[in-house]
């Protein structure tokens, strides 16, 4: 064996034993890609628990962060604390609403459908509601993908179908964003002024509503009860929250720097987790929960009785109304 032979073999001998020895490295730093593994012997050579910040002769500043701590903080809520907050919420609110379900069933018409329609939400009302809805509905499952997607989704259609799943999500999330600013700020115009507090919701949040009333007894409300004015203005607030930190967040370093965006991400995922929460229980009452009420905001009227039990002061206001006009619907203000 020649001289260059030798050498030609040690060098594939070390090259083998690099390739043979790379998955086993790959391995341990995606593991522990913080902290490298010590054992009692073994001191860590580094574990900043400080800010440190270098110098760098370019014109982007924030380059010159080496290590920020609170990064850790972050990334433990992400890909733990939100899990656990999310799933907590939405499978609470899930597991509440079937025993609910099971224990008072459909809440029925007392009275029975009387057959007469009273109109409730025009074109413009619904279009706001829907265009809201489905937007919302859109993001919130894309979002939950995208924060669920690693434990649930790669174990089942594997990482290619998963990456693609992801990327389409993301691009749904922001593309959705749009719609759904524009559905809130269509539905604040049209139903603020019915949603402003006033006395008749004290009695109505102090009895529920009547909900655990079985003769069917219910307190007054106007348009609006106490309970559909906390949705309204959990999603109005919750809504914009939503979206001006959900823009921040699609506009990295604009406005804030790396830590305001480990705290507006915090935020936009503890509201969504909310508000997901709150539109399950929303989604309930306006279909299985409650006869006649899918048909306001499906064909924009309602059974007369279901009117008369649910919304007596709005019910006399809209029959004064109608009076008032010849005996034709009025349709509420938003819509004339
Ligand atoms: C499949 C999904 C949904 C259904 C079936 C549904 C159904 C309904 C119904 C029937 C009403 C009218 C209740 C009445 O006549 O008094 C209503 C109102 C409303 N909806 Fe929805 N909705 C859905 C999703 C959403 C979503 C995703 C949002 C917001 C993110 C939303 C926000 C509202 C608001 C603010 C109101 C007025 C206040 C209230 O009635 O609670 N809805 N919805």
Redo the contacts with the bound molecule.
């Keep these: 064996m020649t001289r260059h032979h030798r050498h030609f073999l040690i060098h594939l001998l070390v090259l083998a034993v690099l390739v043979l020895a790379a998955p086993a490295v790959r391995a341990q730093l995606y593991q522990n890609p913080v902290n490298p593994p010590t054992t009692k012997e073994q001191v860590p050579l580094y574990q900043p628990q400080e800010k440190l910040v270098g110098t760098v002769s370019i014109p982007d500043e924030k380059l010159s962060v080496l290590v920020q701590p609170e990064g850790r903080e972050w990334r433990e809520f992400r890909s733990y604390w939100l899990r656990v907050v999310a799933g907590t919420l939405a499978l609470g609110m899930l597991a509440l609403l079937t025993l609910f379900y099971l224990f008072r069933g459909t809440i029925p018409i007392s009275k029975g459908r009387s057959g007469r329609w009273v109109p ?2 025009g074109g413009f009302d619904r279009f706001a ?1 829907w265009t ?2 489905v937007s ?2 859109i993001l919130a499952i894309t979002g939950l993908i995208i924060t669920f997607g690693r434990p649930l989704l790669i174990p089942l259609i594997g990482h290619e179908a998963f990456t693609s799943t992801a990327y389409a999500s993301t691009f749904l999330h922001n593309f959705f964003a749009i719609p759904f600013t524009l559905g809130l700020i269509l ?1 604040f115009v049209a ?1 603020v002024r019915d949603n402003l507090p006033e006395k008749a919701d004290l009695v109505w949040l102090r009895t529920l509503g009547g909900v655990l009333n079985k003769a069917g007894e219910h307190p007054e409300a106007g348009r ?1 009860n106490a ?2 004015k906390l ?2 203005w959990a ?1 109005v607030f919750g ?1 914009f929250a939503l979206a001006v930190s959900g823009v921040l967040l699609m506009l990295p370093f604009s406005v804030t720097g790396i830590g305001g965006m480990q705290i507006l991400h915090v935020l936009h995922g503890l509201i969504a987790s909310l ?1 997901i929460a709150v ?1 399950i229980a ?2 309930y009452i ?2 299985i929960g409650m006869e006649g ?2 048909d ?3 064909r924009g009227v ?1 059974d007369e009785n279901w009117a008369k039990e ?2 007596s002061r709005w019910y006399e206001e809209q029959v004064l109304a109608m009076r008032a006009n010849d005996g034709r619907p009025m349709h509420h203000r938003a819509a004339e």
């Design positions: 409730r939400f509601h809201t809805a919302f509905l539905i139903w609006f309970g559909q949705i309204f999603v809504g508000m539109i929303h989604i306006g279909t009420a899918f306001a905001m499906g309602v649910h919304h």
